[in-house]
């Protein structure tokens, strides 16, 4: 085919590869959407992902002592159970499940390949599953206590994870 059409065809290719709908799957477009991610910057601000909650609403908790010698890697946003949370970044849905620490826990892989965790939901989002491309403000569960934050007031624990750094304070890139 490329010696019919040149590298002219390449374009063209590419050109067919915009991301789909929200929540849908991404199936053969996934490595030219990574690839879009992995040139788009990560830039602040960030959409708050917990639906009706400000900026000035949240206190910075990066770094605070946790259970085990752990320090927090994230920042708590405190709302009523239920309320909407929301994805930050436009991104492929790398992962829905539950973990030990997390609960039910959501992974997003967005801008320059950044990991964004969105921990302790109540439950997800109808129809979201890993392999869904997200835009920004897309609904992807609802604020709760799961796993070992059982014993708090219902939050979102919002993390964010860079390539070669590992975890970031999400709270400056939440600042308006």
């Not at 639906?51 to 946790?66: L, S």
């Not at 921990?119 to 609904?139: K, S």
Request: charge should be positive.
């Amino acid at each position: 085919m490329f010696k019919i059409f040149g590298w002219a065809f390449i374009p063209l290719l590419l050109s067919a590869c915009q991301p789909p709908p929200a929540t849908q799957a991404t199936t053969w477009q996934t490595p030219y959407l990574y690839w879009q991610l992995k040139r788009t910057p990560l830039q602040a601000p960030l959409l708050v992902p917990v639906e009706q909650v400000t900026f000035a609403q949240i206190n910075d908790t990066w770094g605070a002592v946790r259970s085990a010698g752990r320090r927090h890697e994230g920042v708590d946003i405190f709302a009523k159970r239920g309320t909407a949370v929301l994805s930050s970044t436009q991104g492929i849905v790398r992962e829905v499940g539950s973990n030990t620490l997390g609960g039910k826990v959501i992974w997003i892989t967005g801008p320059e390949l950044s990991s964004h965790y969105y921990a302790h939901l109540d439950a997800y989002a109808e129809h979201i599953q890993a392999g869904d491309w997200v835009e920004v403000g897309t609904l992807l569960g609802y604020v709760g206590n799961s796993g070992n934050a059982k014993n708090t007031p219902p939050h979102l624990h919002y993390g964010i994870y860079l390539q070669g750094q590992g975890a970031v304070n999400p709270y400056p890139y939440l600042k308006p």
